[in-house]
C-alpha cells in the first residue's frame, strides 16, 4: 500500500499539459519521471507493483513529445543492481536506489539532452 502511495504521489506531481498529467512539466522531466518508473519497474520484477511502476512510466511516455529513442536512452540509464541486497543489512533498498537514481546530477544531464532530441 506504501508503494502505491508513493507512485501515486509521484504520478500527481507531474504536467497539465500532458494527457493524464496534473502540472507541466518540461520534456526531460517527463523523460525522468519515465526513468523513475522504469526504475521501479526493473527492481521489483515480477510483483504486482512493478506492473503499477511500469504503467505509470507508460504514462510519462505517452505525454511526452520526444521519439521513441530518448525511452530507450533513459531504460538503458537505469541502475542494474537494483534488487541486490545491501552488503550491510541484506535488505532490498530498491526504492533509495531509484530516487537517489531520479535525483543524480547524471539523469538530469542525460534527460536534457536527450530531451532536445527529435520530436515524436
Not at 39 to 47: A, F, I, N, P, V
Not at 81 to 97: E, Q, R, S, V, W
Request: aromatic residues 10%.
Amino acid at each position: 500500500m506504501t508503494r502505491l502511495l508513493l507512485v501515486g504521489a509521484f504520478l500527481a506531481t507531474i504536467a497539465e499539459h500532458h494527457p493524464g498529467l496534473d502540472r507541466s512539466a518540461s520534456e526531460a522531466d517527463l523523460l525522468r519521471a519515465y526513468a523513475f518508473g522504469t526504475c521501479l519497474s526493473k527492481g521489483y520484477d515480477g510483483t504486482s507493483f512493478a506492473d503499477d511502476a511500469g504503467r505509470t512510466a507508460d504514462i510519462y511516455l505517452q505525454g511526452g513529445n520526444i521519439a521513441g529513442d530518448a525511452y530507450v536512452q533513459m531504460r538503458k540509464a537505469v541502475p542494474s543492481d537494483l534488487a541486490k541486497p545491501a552488503p550491510y543489512d541484506g535488505h532490498n533498498y530498491t526504492i533509495m536506489k531509484c530516487l537517489e537514481f531520479y535525483e543524480s546530477p547524471q539523469l538530469k544531464r542525460l534527460a536534457r539532452r536527450v530531451a532536445q532530441g527529435p520530436k515524436k
